[in-house]
């Protein structure tokens, strides 16, 4: 399973873009990637995934270089809501039986006002 | 779709006790589910993996006979954590992936708060 390295913190103010990298050095041809949010006392949450290029969807965009040895999380103008701890996982979601989800340290993203 | 539902979402026991948690898949077959523990300010921990009518696979330094993993139906998993005492208490979180769930493949229960008193 690849690794993955994420800041451990980081701080931003409302209406601002966040940008968090993670490192994947040892990600495999089969590997997505997939970010998560969590709230204190609650499960993790589906953010966004992606395989190459770029993704978007309704509340983030994800950046992932042609190596795919790194990628990007962005989240457009932030409110106090996001403040969260963000997982970024690399794994084989394809395969027929299942690929455990191998959780980092994430990242804690505080938003002041 | 794909949603997970778990249950209670908070529970104290008393020291020696057995407390079991339950982990439904609402709309979709749980083939897989995966039981994590997650102490303050740390991360999630995978405890064991369990494949629907299979015996659970657990992680290096978890306790099988301790903490019970059943999952008997497509649609529910349960852990029971037995005889439990103070340093068991922890944020207790079950994930799922299976037929009929998500493109993404994995969606997680809102988590059990255990408090062993």
């Known amino acids: 399973l690849a690794k993955t390295t994420q800041p451990i913190s980081m701080d931003s103010y409302e209406g601002q873009e966040v940008n968090i990298t993670c490192s994947h050095n040892?990600?495999?041809?089969?590997?997505?990637i997939t970010w998560y949010q969590q709230f204190p006392s609650q499960g993790p949450r589906f953010i966004i995934q992606?395989?190459?290029t770029k993704v978007t969807n309704e509340v983030a965009s994800l950046f992932i270089p042609a190596d795919r040895k790194s990628s990007t999380l962005s989240l457009p103008r932030v409110s106090l809501s996001d403040t969260a701890v963000y997982y970024c996982?690399?794994?084989?979601?394809?395969?027929?039986?299942?690929?455990?989800?191998?959780f980092g340290k994430g990242t804690m993203l505080l938003v002041s006002p | 779709g794909a949603v997970v539902s778990q249950h209670p979402s908070w529970v104290i026991c008393k020291s020696g006790t057995s407390v079991k948690i339950e982990c439904r898949s609402l709309?979709?077959?749980?083939?897989?589910m995966f039981w994590y523990r997650q102490f303050p300010k740390q991360s999630l921990m995978l405890m064991a993996t369990?494949?629907?009518?299979?015996?659970?696979?657990?992680e290096q330094g978890v306790e099988k006979d301790k903490f019970l993993i059943n999952h008997a139906s497509l649609t529910l998993s349960t852990l029971t954590v037995t005889s439990a005492h103070p340093e068991d208490s922890s944020f207790y979180i079950c994930?799922?992936?299976?037929?009929?769930?998500?493109?993404?493949?994995?969606?997680f229960g809102s988590g059990t708060r255990l408090t062993v008193v």
């Open positions: 992606g395989y190459k």
């Open positions: 369990s494949n629907e009518g299979s015996k659970a696979t657990y």
């Open positions: 996982l690399v794994g084989d979601i394809q395969k027929s039986g299942y690929s455990t989800l191998t």
């Open positions: 709309d979709f077959q749980a083939t897989t």
């Open positions: 040892n990600i495999a041809t089969n590997d997505y």
């Open positions: 994930s799922a992936t299976g037929v009929g769930g998500t493109y993404y493949g994995y969606t």
